[in-house]
């Protein structure tokens, strides 16, 4: 079996180790040389060109992806050449637009903060005035690692964006939220096959640093039985809903008021779910495999009662993440060390660390502690 995964960054890398136990064959078309998911490369290229795309899926099983970013005519012209495309278009389309999910979501009656599209400052200005004079501006399409999210206490902080959206001539709009006042963020990862069967992993703690995520607690501390039922009952939801195949995360906020609020969606395995590489009997890259590939999903069972994973944000200025290994391996045998080969950059995820254990304190602080090495 053949699975082709378009984009090469650290997603697709982490797919490739479930593929090669499984002994399945795992094709990358990665945008450049030299990138995260480097040793499956089979092609390098633009995901935006139909040619080079249709090239790459020639002789694969399924088409999967790294992102969510594949223009939907190029996903439909792979379909038509009777290629399985896992997520389908159809799905996609509804992660690739934060304003289409917002509506799709909306008409399935799911909780979400309040929400608009605006085309201009004088509708933003309506919304703020609302919506207690404060809000969450987001940019529908492109957005990642808080890059696109802007917290706005006026219209006028929106100006530069509403001056990008109509050089770009599509008429489009922008989003706005109410600003959430959470009690924390969690996330919701579910599996499902073409068929419709699906397994869900435990309703995740996920702690962001500047709009990025920095450490993910697995299970969510302290949730009660009616809050991660609630979060399983949305996951679900979207997904049927949706028609999600393959790895679906559901970002969520638990309100200070107790309910649980749609944030976002991703449809491929997620930053949220690396904790189950090495804390739980099966990871979400290798469910994703399975599921994209119309199999029986695995048992998604915490293998210890806490995981804790934490990102490395960053790294090692000048070094590479592998140059701190000798002092990290020493001080924490116990810590499972992942590097993406990426090069430092401020800010960027660069590798991840996951702690598991019986104590959620101990996990936490070793798995801190960990990460720490690499910054
Ligand atoms: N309506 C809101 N109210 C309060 N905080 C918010 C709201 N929307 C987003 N945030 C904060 O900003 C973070 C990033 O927002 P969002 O997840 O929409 O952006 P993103 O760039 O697509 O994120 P990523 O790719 O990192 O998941 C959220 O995790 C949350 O901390
Ligand atoms: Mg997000």
């Known amino acids: 079996m053949k699975v082709g995964v378009i984009g090469g960054g650290q997603l697709a890398r982490m797919m490739v180790p479930p593929a090669i136990a499984l002994g399945l064959e795992i094709r990358v078309l990665a945008e450049a040389e030299h990138s995260s998911a480097a040793i499956a490369a089979t092609a390098v290229g633009d995901y935006r060109d139909l040619d080079t795309v249709l090239a790459f899926a020639e002789d694969v099983d399924v088409i999967t992806f790294d992102h969510e970013h594949v223009p939907e005519p190029v996903l439909r012209a792979l379909i038509e050449r009777g290629v399985p495309v896992h997520p389908g278009p159809d799905a996609l389309r509804y992660a690739q637009d934060k304003l289409l999910m917002r509506a799709r979501l909306t008409e399935l009656g799911l909780p979400a903060p309040a929400w608009a599209a605006v085309h201009d400052t004088a509708e ?5 005035a609302a919506n207690g004079g404060r809000g969450v501006l987001k940019t529908p399409r492109g957005g990642y690692d808080g890059k696109g999210v802007r917290v706005i206490s006026s219209a006028a902080e929106a100006e530069d964006w509403f001056a990008a959206l109509a050089e770009d001539g599509r008429g489009g709009a922008l989003l706005v939220e ?9 996330a919701a990862l579910v599996a499902r096959r073409p068929s419709g069967a699906s397994v869900a992993w435990p309703t995740v703690e996920t702690i962001q640093r500047g709009g990025v995520c920095a450490e993910v607690l697995a299970p969510a501390p302290d949730l009660s039985d009616e809050a991660d039922a609630e979060a399983r009952r949305i996951a679900a939801r979207v997904a049927d809903g949706l028609g999600v195949t393959g790895v679906l995360a559901v970002e969520l906020f638990e309100h200070v008021d107790g309910r649980i ?6 449809m491929r395995p997620h930053n949220s779910g690396h904790w189950s590489i090495d804390g739980a009997v099966t990871s979400q890259f290798e469910q994703h495999l399975r599921a994209v590939l119309d199999l029986p999903l695995g048992d998604s069972s915490p293998i210890a009662p806490w995981s804790v994973m934490a990102n490395v944000l960053g790294g090692p200025a000048g070094e590479a993440f592998t140059d701190r290994y000798a002092e990290a391996m020493a001080a924490h045998p116990d810590v499972k060390l992942h590097g993406y080969d990426k090069t430092s950059r401020p800010g960027r995820k660069v590798g991840h660390v ?10 936490r602080s070793r798995a801190r502690a960990a990460a720490d090495l690499f910054g």
């Open 124 to 128: 933003l200005a309506d919304f703020l």
């Open 261 to 266: 609020l749609v944030n976002e969606l991703a």
């Open 354 to 363: 996951t702690a598991i254990g019986a104590s959620l304190d101990d996990v």
């Open 178 to 186: 109410e600003l959430v006042e959470f009690r924390r963020e969690l």
